[in-house]
């Protein structure tokens, strides 16, 4: 059974920084897509970020692109949303998402397993 753990949000100013982590365990993951997708106050879950375990393909929201940045730790099994100039329309929570194969997946209904979420907000 895969789970993932987030960890890193909290309460930051507009233009801040933040690093999100995801702890994953349970499987095998040479083959997986990871994302990022982070749910705002009465907003649907919206992609945010994905990256690819066997290469590190990335691929990024239009909204995050240039600010965030996704990476992976193989060798800690943990996958990172480095998070900079931060906007108060970045306030959300943000949830890991893991599903098996590898390509570019863009909603939630793509992805198989989940983590709990972490909190993010950006004041002004």
């Known amino acids: 059974q895969v789970q993932l753990v987030e960890s890193g949000g909290g309460l930051v100013q507009a233009g801040g920084s933040l690093r999100l982590s995801c702890a994953v365990s349970g499987g095998t993951f040479s083959s997986d897509t990871m994302g990022w997708f982070r749910q705002g106050p009465g907003k649907e879950r919206d992609f945010v970020a994905s990256?690819?375990?066997?290469?590190?393909?990335?691929y990024y929201a239009d909204s995050v692109k240039g600010r965030f940045t996704i990476s992976r730790d193989n060798a800690k099994n943990t996958v990172y949303l480095q998070m900079n100039s931060l906007k108060p329309e970045d306030t959300a929570v943000y949830y890991c998402?893991?599903?098996?194969?590898?390509?570019?997946?863009?909603?939630?209904?793509?992805?198989?397993?989940w983590g709990q979420g972490t909190h993010v907000t950006v004041s002004s």
């Open positions: 998402a893991a599903r098996p194969g590898w390509g570019t997946f863009l909603t939630q209904y793509e992805y198989l397993y």
């Open positions: 990256i690819l375990w066997s290469d590190g393909s990335t």
